[in-house]
């Protein structure tokens, strides 16, 4: 079992930037597929990144390439998202999820364990 809870949400100018964490606890979370999914008001959840449970491969939805950037520390069961050069679209709920595996990163069906959700409000 792992509990996951996320945090650093809040409102943001837009250009701005923040940086959320993802704290698990359980003592098997260096070996999970942590992923960062988000879900805007009206839409489907949708994939944002994830990272490898070694850290050592991680992956981007098209729209955040090059804005946001996912890290883990081991040590301090924690996974992070920098996210920078947030745009209004990027408003909404961030969850935070773990999967045994590194496969399929997209698909909501394959994480076994959610966090609860941050906020994430981008202004103009």
């Known amino acids: 079992q792992v509990q996951l809870v996320e945090s650093g949400g809040g409102l943001v100018q837009a250009g701005g930037a923040l940086r959320l964490s993802c704290v698990a606890s359980?003592?098997?979370?260096?070996?999970?597929?942590i992923a960062w999914f988000r879900q805007a008001p009206g839409k489907e959840r949708e994939f944002v990144s994830a990272?490898?449970?070694?850290?050592?491969?991680?992956d981007y939805a098209e729209s955040v390439k090059g804005r946001f950037t996912i890290s883990r520390d081991n040590n301090k069961n924690t996974v992070f998202l920098q996210m920078n050069s947030l745009k209004i679209e990027d408003t909404a709920v961030y969850y935070c999820?773990?999967?045994?595996?590194?496969?399929?990163?997209?698909?909501?069906?394959?994480?076994?364990?959610w966090g609860q959700g941050t906020q994430v409000t981008v202004s103009s």
């Open positions: 999820a773990a999967q045994d595996y590194y496969t399929e990163l997209d698909a909501v069906s394959l994480y076994d364990y």
């Open positions: 990272i490898k449970w070694n850290g050592e491969s991680t």
């Open positions: 359980g003592d098997t979370f260096s070996t999970y597929t």
